[in-house]
């Protein structure tokens, strides 16, 4: 197939380089001249694992090329558009500006049988407005609306071998069949190999990708909901999701009860989707979503006043060690991460922060630039008084009392994902503190 990607960010990037894994023709194509020439040099603008390598592979090959020129869309038959949705400014909806800006451009340059694709996470109702200006412009050619279902860390897996394919169709039967027979040449490896495929309506197609989101933000604050209370009961929340996980209706995954939620989607989608509830007069049927948002940033407050209290009810200028910059690991996205905003809480309180993260202390510094940032572990936990592991990267994980000991201050540590051997940590005299765990 020949294929253009307009918006060659995080989803956009790794979507043409993915296509063109997949042996199709691909241009990117984005505004943004240090982003092409970044890309079309093979080398990638963010951290993300196996992206480089299909870059390069892809682009050695001639299959795929980035440009700063709508026109080169011309010459393709299946058109993404993939650029973001951020949260508006002042206001919880979705800010559709670059939508209709990638749209607006790639009009003149469509034609009869040309089929458009939304990958963008946008407001329900979005793809029938954009399906009339489409047809407006170029009789006989089509919208779809096909949303990604991508994890960060594993991006190029989730669109070469996706869980799930969405299309969201016209229906108008002979349209719908157009666009659903283009998607399917697209995605042929993966219907080849037996992925579930759901054909549907526009709205439908929407609704799926921000009801995913708000399913999965609703069940990490549940079980910091339930962090909350085993923390003044002295129940422990981790063995508490272990039990109820075992019930196959709910499931052990993301029940890990921590320093919640964060990253470019989550928080963003489920304040614009109690927004659009609330444009569409069902504000009520949504309205949990504000309590959801609540407790996930309550959990960031409470290992501020946790590193308060281990600091004798004082952190003005007492050091404090910050693992995890990055919203999770296998990621340098900073995007609402809730380790970096618990770093900026307690640098405002006075204390001595030293941050780290293994890929995202760049993206950080660039937003928080009075924050001191480390490259490495050791030289963070260096006269420490209390250690903070917020991001669990693998490295963080496998962390034992014998790597930092000589190096602290201070033995004092606050696990805030979960994730070390309590008994261990205590056994070597560290006063050990998690999330709702005694």
């Known amino acids: 197939m020949r294929i253009s ?3 060659c960010g995080y989803l956009g990037a790794v979507h043409a380089a993915s296509m063109a894994e997949l042996g199709h023709d691909v241009v990117g194509i984005d505004v943004d001249e240090r982003k092409i020439s970044s890309l079309s040099a093979g080398v990638a603008p ?13 682009s050695a090959s001639g299959r795929l090329t980035f440009t700063t020129d709508m026109s080169a869309a011309a010459i393709a038959d299946v058109h993404f558009i993939a650029v973001g949705t951020p949260q508006k400014a002042g206001s919880y909806s979705a800010d559709m500006t670059y939508v209709d800006a990638a749209l607006d451009s790639l009009l003149p340059f469509l034609k009869a049988g040309d089929l458009v694709v939304g990958k963008s996470t946008v407001p329900v109702g979005t793809a029938a407005r954009l399906a009339e200006r489409v047809h407006e412009a170029a009789p006989g050619a089509e919208l779809a609306w096909n949303p990604e279902f991508l994890r960060e860390g594993f991006a190029v897996k989730d669109t070469i071998s ?5 299309y969201g169709v016209s229906d108008d039967a002979e349209s719908g069949a157009r666009s659903k027979a283009l998607l399917d040449e697209v995605y042929a490896k993966a219907i080849g190999e037996g992925t579930p495929l759901v054909v549907t309506d526009y709205a439908t197609a929407e609704l799926v990708k921000v009801s995913a989101n708000a399913f999965l933000a609703t069940k990490i604050s549940f079980i910091n909901a339930i962090a909350e209370i085993a923390e003044v009961t002295g129940a422990n929340v981790t063995e508490l999701a272990d039990a109820i996980g075992f019930d196959t209706r709910i499931g052990r995954r993301f029940l890990n009860a921590g320093i919640g939620f964060g990253g470019g989607c989550l928080p963003k989608d489920i304040r614009a989707f ?15 979503l504000k309590e959801v948002d609540a407790i996930n940033l309550r959990r960031r407050q409470r290992v501020v006043d946790l590193v308060v209290e281990l600091l004798g009810g004082q952190a003005f200028e007492k050091r404090v060690a910050v693992l995890g910059l990055a919203f999770k690991p296998d990621s340098d996205d900073i995007r609402d991460s809730p380790a970096l905003d618990i770093a900026v809480q307690l640098n405002g309180l006075g204390a001595d922060v030293l941050a780290t993260d293994p890929e995202a202390i760049a993206n950080a510094h660039a937003k928080h630039p009075q924050l001191v940032f480390v490259e490495s572990l050791e030289d963070a936990v260096r006269d420490a008084e209390v250690v903070l592991l917020l991001t669990e990267w693998a490295d963080y994980r496998r962390l034992v009392p014998d790597d930092i000991e000589s190096l602290v201050a201070g033995k004092r540590i606050i696990d805030g994902r979960n994730v070390l051997d309590s008994q261990q940590w205590r056994s070597a005299g560290w006063d050990y503190r998690a999330m709702g765990r005694p």
């Open 46 to 58: 963010f951290f993300e694992p196996g992206l480089p390598e299909i870059l390069s592979t892809a």
């Open 5 to 7: 990607v307009i918006g």
């Open 274 to 288: 109690g927004a659009r509830a609330e444009e569409l007069g069902r504000g009520e049927s949504l309205s949990f």
């Open 162 to 166: 996706p869980d799930r394919l969405v």
